[in-house]
C-alpha cells in the first residue's frame, strides 16, 4: 500500500499535470499565435533532429539546435536527413513552399508527443523558431554543462511572424573597445530573441575599430586608445568577416557605421590632412566623452576620396545591403556645408551598391526614398524623413538607449534622455510615437548600447538585460500582443534562463522573479 501511494504523485509528475501549458510558457517575444494541447514531448535517448535533405543550409540550422540541445542534456542528439517527416520521436526542420505567408522570418512549430516539426518558407525562419523551441524547454537547457532532467516541452502549435523587417541592437565598439569574443556572445544573445540586426558603431571621436587598408593609420593610431584610456583596439578585414560570418549564420545582418561628418576626432587625429586646418590645433587622440567638437574638412575634395576609399573597404566586406554613416551631433559643423556633405555621401553610398542610413540629422539633406532615417531625438527629423520617402528606424532615446541608467543608482549608464525603467523601455509603441510617422514608414527598431560608461561584458549585459527582450518584443511581436502587466510576468519566469545563460542582469523590482 505504501509504495502505490509514493507511485501515484510519480506517474502524475510525469503527466503535463505539473509542467506548464505551451501556453503559459514565458515565451520572449510572444509569438503571433500560440495554442496548447495538454502533453509533453520529451527529449531522451532516442531523439533525432532530422534535417530535410539536399539542403545543407537546413543540415547547419539543425546542428546549431543540436549545439544547443546536447551539452544541458548530455544526450549527444545527432543531425539526420530525411524526407521523411514522420519518423516518431524525433525532431524535424523542413521548408515549405506551400505556406508562403510565413514570409521570409516566420516558422510553425507542432510538438506532439510523437515528435516535433518546424516548418518555414526560408531557413531564416526556421532558425527563429528554434528560438522558440529552446524557451519552450527548461531554464536549464541553456547552462553548458550536464544538468538533470527530464527534457519536457509542453505540446501544441505555434505559428509566428515578426511585425518588423528591422530588429536592431546597436554595440558602440568605439568608446570602449569590444573583442571578437565578445560581439559573438551579444550576437548570440540578440539572436535568442529573434533580432536580425547588428549594428556596429565602429568609429567617433575615441576610436577608430575597423582596418581600412588604404588608409591604415585610422585603426593602428586612431584605434590606439578607448574612453578614459587603456589600449583600445579594431578588427582586422578579415576578422571583421569572421564576425559577418558568424552573425550570417544566425541570420544577423551586421550594419556597419563609419560616423561622419562629426564623431570624427580618431580619423583626424590619424590623418591631419583631413582637418581644414593641418597645423593648428592638430587635434590628438581623444579619450573624453563630451560630444560634438570634431568635422571632416567638408570643403576638401580629399574629404570625399577618404569616404569613398572608407565606404568602398566597407561595402566589400559586407553583404548586408547598408552603410550606416552616422551624420548626428555635427556641432562645428555649418548646415550650409553639412547637406551638400550628406548629399554627397549618400551618392558615394549608393556608387558602392549600398543603401544609407543616418542617424535623424540627415534628414536635413535630401534623402533618396531607398535610405533610411534613425529617429533618436527630433520628431521633426523624423517627419521629415517620412515626408521624403525614407523609412525610418525607431531608437527613441527616452525609451530605447540601453545606456541610460535605470534609475539614480545604476552603477552604469548615463542619464542626458531618461532614467529607463523595465516599463518604460517596453511601454512604446513605434507606430504611434510621432505624429506624421505611421506603420507604414517604419523598417523597425533597434536599441542602441553606447559605451561610455560601460567597459566590459558584465556592464554591458547589465544594461542590456532585460530591456533588450523588451525592444526585442516590440520589434517581433504584433502590437495587439504586447501588454505591460502580462510581459512582466513573463520576464519574471525568464529570469532563471537569463542566468542559465550567464547573463548578469538587473533584477529590477517592477518584477516579480521567480
Ligand atoms: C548621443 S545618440 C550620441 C552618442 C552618445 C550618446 C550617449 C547619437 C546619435 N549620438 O554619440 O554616445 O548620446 O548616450
Known sequence: ISASIVLIPLILSC???????????????????????????????????????????????????????????????????????????????????????????????????????????????????????????????????????????????????????????????????????????????????????????????????????????????????????????????????????????????????IDMPGHTNSALASYPELNCNEKDPNPKLYEGIEVGFSTLCTSKELTYKFVDDVVRELAALTPGPYIHVGGDESHVTPMEEYIPFINRVQDIVQSHGKHMIGWDEVTNASLKPTSVAQYWAKAEYAQSAAKQGAKLIMSPAKYAYLDMQYDSTSKYGLHWAAYIELDSAYNWEPSTMVSGVSRKDILGVEAPIWTETIADMDALEYMAFPRLPGLAEIGWSPKSARDWTQYRDRLGKHGKRMEAMGIGYYPSKQVVWE
Open 15 to 257: 503527466s503535463s499535470e505539473n509542467s506548464p501549458k505551451l501556453s503559459e510558457q514565458s515565451l520572449i517575444p510572444m509569438p503571433v499565435s500560440v495554442t496548447a494541447t495538454d502533453s509533453v514531448f520529451e527529449l531522451d535517448e532516442n531523439t533525432a533532429i532530422y534535417a530535410q535533405s539536399g539542403n545543407e543550409e537546413v543540415k547547419n540550422i539543425a546542428q546549431y539546435l543540436a549545439d544547443r540541445l546536447n551539452p544541458a542534456t548530455g544526450l549527444d542528439i545527432e543531425v539526420k536527413t530525411a524526407n521523411d517527416a514522420s519518423v516518431a520521436g524525433s525532431i524535424h526542420l523542413t521548408l515549405t513552399d506551400a505556406d508562403t505567408t510565413l514570409g521570409d522570418e516566420g516558422y510553425e512549430l507542432t510538438i506532439a508527443t510523437s515528435g516535433i516539426k518546424l516548418l518555414a518558407h526560408q531557413p531564416a525562419g526556421l532558425f527563429r523558431g528554434i528560438q522558440t523551441l529552446r524557451q519552450a524547454l527548461p531554464a536549464a537547457i541553456e547552462k553548458s554543462e550536464k544538468q538533470s532532467g527530464p527534457w519536457r516541452i509542453p505540446t501544441g502549435t505555434v505559428r509566428d511572424y515578426p511585425e518588423y523587417a528591422y530588429r536592431g541592437a546597436m554595440l558602440d565598439v568605439a568608446r570602449h573597445f569590444f573583442s571578437v569574443e565578445d560581439v559573438k556572445r551579444y550576437i548570440d544573445l540578440i539572436a535568442s530573441y529573434k533580432m536580425n540586426v547588428l549594428h556596429l558603431h565602429l568609429s567617433d571621436d575615441q576610436g577608430w575599430r575597423i582596418e581600412i587598408k588604404s588608409w591604415p593609420k585610422l585603426a593602428t593610431y586612431g584605434g590606439s586608445t578607448n574612453v578614459g584610456g587603456g589600449k583600445g583596439g579594431y578588427y582586422t578585414q578579415e576578422q571583421y568577416s569572421d564576425l559577418v560570418n558568424y552573425a550570417q549564420s544566425q541570420y544577423i545582418t551586421i550594419v556597419p557605421e
